[in-house]
């Protein structure tokens, strides 16, 4: 790898992934920041590499996306090359879906 990393890579690195794992699973920032318990703002500006993250905060956002912590640090090129990575982004964004609508089908025949 020829690349030099750098801490603006890292946290451009980061902040895609975390909106691409948002996005796949239709979460708006907002809602994200309810899921984790933390601001819109400092969402936002995690997205938009004006912030960093710790440990924890990183571990909160890894759950509230369903989201192993390596997915936050995939490299774009990979993102691009390697269809297995959509597939499981994919099969995890499907599962949501079909969980969603299994609850909302189960509750409709409880009333």
Same mark, same amino acid.
């Given at each position: 790898?020829?690349?030099?990393?750098?801490?603006?890579?890292?946290?451009?690195?980061?902040?895609?992934?975390?909106?691409?794992?948002?996005?796949?699973?239709?979460?708006?920032?907002?809602? +994200?920041?309810?899921?984790?318990?933390?601001?819109?703002?400092?969402?936002?500006?995690?997205?938009?590499?004006?912030?960093?993250?710790?440990?924890?905060?990183?571990?909160?956002?890894?759950?509230?996306?369903? %989201?192993? /912590?390596?997915?936050?640090?995939? /490299?774009?090129?990979?993102?691009?090359?390697? %269809?297995?990575?959509?597939?499981?982004?994919?099969?995890?964004?499907?599962?949501?879906?079909?969980?969603?609508?299994?609850?909302?089908? +189960?509750?409709?025949?409880?009333?």
């Amino acid at each position: 790898m020829n690349i030099k990393i750098n801490e603006q890579c890292i946290h451009r690195l980061l902040s895609r992934n975390i909106k691409r794992l948002r996005t796949l699973q239709n979460i708006s920032q907002l809602n +994200l920041a309810l899921k984790t318990g933390l601001t819109h703002n400092f969402i936002n500006d995690i997205e938009n590499c004006k912030k960093g993250v710790s440990a924890k905060t990183l571990a909160k956002l890894s759950n509230a996306l369903d %989201a192993e /912590p390596y997915q936050f640090f995939i /490299p774009e090129d990979l993102l691009d090359n390697d %269809a297995m990575i959509y597939v499981k982004d994919f099969n995890d964004a499907l599962q949501k879906v079909v969980d969603e609508l299994t609850h909302q089908y +189960l509750s409709r025949e409880k009333k």
